[in-house]
Nanobody
């Protein structure tokens, strides 16, 4: 039922940019906080960004703040991540997740395939 489909990844040089998209379906997208997380080649899972349901507030860790921008279009049921000034350490598989209002935690019961981002010279 719940489906999240990430796209937009690819191979870029350090300093380059990518724009990721997450197409959501099977739930009322506009009611949910959403997040991007990434899994590094070392299999570490780290939080990248979050956005409130109406897009009124965004959050980032220091590692990406100033370089990444999360946004959403509730009319299109789509979440975005604009990534600029990419670094090799940004290399990872990127996933979008919804935040469950019952628990306040990421809904890891519904994973997409993710989209691979590789930053290399």
């Amino acid at each position: 039922q719940v489906q999240l489909v990430e796209s937009g990844g690819g191979l870029v040089q350090p300093g380059g940019s990518l724009r990721l998209s997450c197409a959501a379906s099977g739930f009322t997208f506009s009611r949910y906080y959403m997040s991007w997380v990434r899994q590094t080649p070392e299999k570490e899972l780290e939080w990248v960004s979050s956005i409130y349901s109406d897009g009124s507030q965004t959050l980032y860790p220091d590692s990406v703040k100033g370089r990444f921008t999360i946004s959403r279009d509730n009319a299109k049921n789509t979440l975005y991540l604009q990534m600029n000034s990419l670094k090799p350490e940004d290399t990872a598989v990127y996933y979008c997740t919804r935040i469950l209002y019952q628990t306040g935690t990421a809904d890891f019961g519904h994973w997409g395939q993710g989209t691979q981002v590789t930053v290399s010279s």
